[in-house]
């Protein structure tokens, strides 16, 4: 399934909905948005993933890169994962760098 | 301004490169591509093969330009590769001349020496196809991976309790309850157990890629398939293996072990890595061709004049270790896992192959092992050898040293498995490895001892206690093969048993070694699983089992619930007392002028210890206030040992005024009043002697 990723801001919150497969072929689509998401200098990243069906290596890599990109003081949340993709992050560790939900809770994060 | 040399000059079957850069070795990312490099000391060309992931056949096969060679480096950059979905190899011409050494076969596919992946084996025991010409290929890999903060811990050596640990074996079983089994994802879930036991490392027997499938027996009565399960036989040296890897399939077994590191690092617990660098899995002639023997074989491998290989690891063949360019290779490995893979430590496997010259004579100063010992990247890092080869060469306590390295120190193995056992006239040699084998290590100090009494090599604690003799008749090999010479003793029955009487020496005796490891100066090293009393059913050699002869039973976390809470009292009482963790050898005098020494050695009358040739009784009594040289202020320590069938009262040699004798442990009595957390120890009723039960030991702090 191909990958698309869409991107809003809204009150220093960055939000990006990833939908298909992130594999190496779409890195580059989901870098980009990352790289213009933290051109808005936001607080928080928000990633809906509720819509990605897989995620390979070069999709953890991105994921790397926007914790990086986004510095210390920026966290990431990552809502509604699906299962494989969970899994994914579970056993590569990455469920530790990021705040995993399992639904857009607006209460916890847009509580700047 | 862009740079010129990320643009492709040259073209092949619609594949875009330019020569690439030497180094560094291995496939490297660079902007836009991928800089291959590769060095051979006698081939004459050199072709890159290139994989769509898991296809039969390459894609393309790139030869290398004369122009691209520097020296014996081959090297060449690759624009515009999918590096998720590709795999390589080479393929190398040069002289067939066997006599000389040189094996050079083109039609063969050879995985590049400093692969960072491997595929082939992604997951665990799926079998292979084995008409794939090309089992074994290198994949690529970027380096990025999320550390935060995290670095190397530098732990002090002298603070250390290590758990061996085999990957495999301390999740798979059913009963670990983790999500991923078996890999490093599921010790990442059991992280909680190692901190709560109280070790503080853990050593991973070989995690370097490897086949599990390179043992081809079954199993005589089942006919299960057996594995070359430990791995001690290595494919790649800066490959994780991919089948401990839960995200193998993936091919993200690197985040995966990163992660791993990453967490224990967090938890206080630092990573040693068992490394083989003795030899590889290509055997000798008769072997299969995987990488070295097709690169450069006379480079890598010790060859007899006749181009034979010598066999010191007793496995087929020899890596080359102190020729200078294997020599960089070992050097190159290690860096790489220290600063990419932030690990705290190596040991060493048959490390005294490494001070094997070119044609096997041991060299009085190693090159490699200097090297090591000096090498700024790995400064901090723990060295640890095991100071043997099968080549006969023993060099426990007089391994080349430089300051730096450790060594598992099977002396100290040999004398406490034959004290606890009670064979008499040990007490001499106890008093030599209780206090870090001064007698081996005198200017090494205490930290060069590796203390340990089980390891995976030999029986478990439980099965030391429970066989006279070794049963490995399920590996196949008609029993020949594993130690003989186990200084085991069953407890007057081989093998389980309902009799409780021996059930409960046999606990005991566990619970002596564990008490003896634990208050013994130099660094206790445990055996997974010992610590809940794993039995390998009497195997002693269980390189093959991929069953539960090797899996850690989790039900005897509870079922032997007693021993467990011992062993974590234990350790946390090493942990409380500095005393018993000293950076430099007892002397025996005084030297914070407190009124006691150091270490005084006592028997059944106190201050006089009986070293005599018919001896089975021992105490020793440590003064706090000399702690580190009296650096820092510790309790009094004493520790009686008796390994006689009777029971005797230990004179105490008198405290301070004001302080007084407290029980931290006891193995003669019943649980829970076998050992006490810190602070909770119970003075003793009698402060002037105590009881020592018959084959047990008793640790007492003064305070």
């Not at chain 2, 079998?127 to 190397?152: I, M, S, T």
Request: charged residues 20%; negative net charge.
């Amino acid at each position: 399934m191909a990958f698309t990723v869409t991107s809003d801001e809204k009150n220093g919150i960055a939000r990006l909905t990833l939908v298909g497969e992130l594999d190496a072929s779409a890195a580059n689509d989901f870098r980009t948005a990352i790289e213009e998401a933290a051109g808005l200098r936001p607080k928080r990243l928000v990633l809906m993933m509720g819509g990605l069906t897989f995620m390979a290596s070069a999709g953890l890599r991105t994921l790397v890169f926007a914790k990086q990109k986004m510095g210390a003081n920026v966290d990431i949340y990552v809502i509604a994962v699906q299962e494989p993709v969970r899994e994914t992050l579970e056993m590569t560790g990455f469920q530790h760098s990021v705040i995993m939900l399992d639904a857009y809770d607006a209460a916890e994060i847009e509580d700047l | 301004m862009d740079r010129v040399d990320i643009y492709p000059t040259h073209e092949y079957q619609g594949y875009h490169f330019r020569p690439g850069k030497p180094f560094p070795f291995g496939a490297t990312s660079v902007s836009g591509g991928v800089n291959f490099s590769v060095y051979s000391s006698h081939a004459s060309r050199c072709t890159l093969v290139l994989f769509e992931k898991g296809e039969p056949q390459p894609k393309v096969e790139i030869p290398f330009p004369d122009a691209f060679r520097i020296g014996n480096v081959w090297s060449m950059i690759v624009f515009d590769l999918d590096y998720e979905n590709t795999e390589y190899g080479y393929r190398f011409e040069g002289p067939w001349a066997p006599e000389d050494g040189q094996r050079f076969d083109s039609s063969k596919i050879l995985l590049d020496p400093y692969a960072r992946a491997i595929g082939g084996r992604d997951v665990w025991g799926v079998k292979p196809d084995w008409n794939n010409a090309y089992q074994h290929r290198g994949r690529l890999v970027y380096d990025d991976f999320d550390w935060d903060e995290d670095h190397p811990l530098e732990t002090p050596m002298e603070d250390l309790v290590i758990y061996e640990m085999h990957v495999r074996s301390f999740t798979r079983h059913p009963s670990s309850g983790v999500k991923f089994p078996g890999t490093f994802a599921g010790i990442r879930q059991k992280i909680a157990y190692l901190k709560e036991l109280g070790v503080n490392c853990v050593e991973m027997m070989p995690i370097f890629e490897f086949d599990e499938f390179e043992n081809g027996r079954v199993h005589p009565d089942t006919g299960e398939q057996l594995y070359n399960y430990w791995g001690y036989s290595t494919l790649g040296f800066f490959a994780p293996k991919s089948g401990y890897a839960a995200t193998g399939k993936l091919g993200m077994q690197v985040d995966e072990l990163k992660a791993l590191v990453k967490e224990l690092h967090r938890n206080g617990i630092e990573v040693f890595l068992d490394v083989v660098f003795n030899h590889t899995a290509e055997g000798n002639e008769q072997g299969p061709y995987i990488s070295f023997k097709g690169i450069d074989n006379k480079t890598y491998y010790m060859l007899t004049p006749e181009g034979y290989y010598f066999n010191f690891s007793g496995t087929g063949n020899t890596l080359n270790c102190n020729n200078p360019v294997v020599r960089s290779m070992v050097l190159d490995c290690l860096r790489y896992w220290a600063s990419e893979y932030h690990i705290d430590g190596f040991r060493f496997d048959l490390a005294s192959i490494l001070g094997r010259d070119p044609w096997g004579a041991p060299l009085p100063n190693p090159p490699l092992l200097e090297s090591l010992a000096y090498d700024p990247v790995l400064a901090k890092c723990k060295l640890i050898a095991e100071a043997w080869d099968a080549g006969g060469l023993y060099q426990v306590g007089s391994f080349p040293a430089y300051g730096r390295w450790a060594e598992w120190n099977g002396k100290y193995r040999d004398a406490v498995r034959k004290f606890l056992k009670g064979e008499a006239g040990l007490a001499g040699e106890m008093v030599q490895r209780l206090e870090g084998s001064p007698d081996m290590y005198a200017a090494r100090g205490p930290t060069a001892s590796i203390n340990f009494i089980t390891a995976h090599d030999g029986f478990t604690l439980n099965d030391l206690v429970s066989y006279d003799d070794k049963h490995n008749e399920a590996n196949g090999e008609g029993n020949r093969d594993g130690a003989n010479d186990n200084d085991s003793w069953n407890c007057a029955w081989e093998g389980p048993t309902e009799d409780p009487g021996i059930n409960a020496l046999r606990r005991r005796q566990m619970k002596n070694a564990f008490a003896v490891l634990l208050t013994s100066q130099g660094v206790p090293m445990i055996l997974m699983g010992d610590e809940v009393a794993h039995t390998q059913f009497g195997n002693n050699n269980t390189y093959c089992h991929d069953n539960e002869v090797s899996w850690m039973d989790w039900g005897q976390v509870s079922s032997n619930s007693d021993l467990l809470r011992f062993v974590t009292n234990l350790i946390g009482f090493r942990h409380a007392h500095p005393v018993l963790r000293n950076r430099w050898h007892l002397t025996g005098r005084d030297q914070a002028n407190c009124g006691y020494p150091d270490i005084s050695w006592h028997g059944i009358l106190a201050w006089h210890p009986d070293l005599t040739g018919s001896a089975r009784t021992l105490a020793f009594m440590l003064s706090g206030a000399n702690a580190r040289g009296g650096a820092v202020h510790d309790d009094f320590v004493y520790v009686a040992m008796n390994s006689h069938w009777d029971s005797h009262w230990f004179e105490l040699p008198q405290l301070p005024s004001g302080l007084q004798w407290r029980v931290a442990a006891n193995t003669g009595a019943p649980a829970p009043e076998d050992a006490f957390s810190t602070g909770d120890e119970p003075v003793l009723s009698d402060q002037g002697g105590v009881l020592v039960g018959d084959r047990s030991v008793i640790v007492l702090v003064g305070k």
